[in-house]
Structures are given as C-alpha cells and as structure tokens.
C-alpha cells in the first residue's frame, strides 16, 4: 500500500496542493544566521535540532518572507541577550 504525506506550511498551516509551487526553507547554526531557499526537498536532510537545522515547508513568497523576518527577529534576539550578559 502507497504511504502518502501530508506537507502543511510551516508559516501559516495551508494544506500543500499537486499543482502548488512551495519552496523549502533551510535554516541553521553556526555564529550566525544561514537560510538557504529551494524548490526541492529531496535535496536536504532531515532536521537536526542537535546542529540546529531547521527545515520548513513554505507555502510561497508572503510566508518566505515571513520566516526570514522571524529568523532574523530570533538571530537579533540571542545577539542581544548576549550582549547583555557582557
């Protein structure tokens, strides 16, 4: 029997649809911020929270946008915090 997935945005929830065009948004660790955008998933591993590789299902460009502000809001947030702490 065919096992199906269902994929949803992680931005907003939609439902992913055959005739959609959504992207995979690749987001990780390191000293800074690194999102990598593409169309293919097959291409990616798994997310690694050990690592702190997040990958997201995105929906299309307003969600992109979303999610890079939220990376960029949370990267400003533990730049802060740790100026803080100096």
Same mark, same amino acid.
């Given at each position: ?28 660790? +390191?000293?800074?911020?690194? &999102?990598?955008?593409? *169309? %293919? ?6 997310? @690694?929270?050990?690592? !702190? ?6 929906? +299309?460009?307003?969600?992109? &946008?979303?999610?890079? *502000? %939220? ?6 947030? @533990?730049?802060?915090? !740790?100026?803080?702490?100096?």
């Amino acid at each position: 029997m065919a096992r199906f997935e269902t994929v949803t945005c992680d931005v907003c929830g939609v439902g992913k649809k055959a005739t959609n065009n959504w992207f995979i948004a690749v987001s990780g660790g +390191g000293s800074g911020l690194v &999102i990598d955008i593409a *169309s %293919e998933r097959d291409h990616y591993p798994e997310p @690694n929270t050990e690592i !702190g590789l997040v990958v997201s299902d995105i929906c +299309g460009e307003e969600c992109i &946008i979303k999610k890079v *502000s %939220e990376l960029i809001a949370k990267m400003k947030g @533990n730049q802060a915090g !740790g100026e803080e702490r100096r």
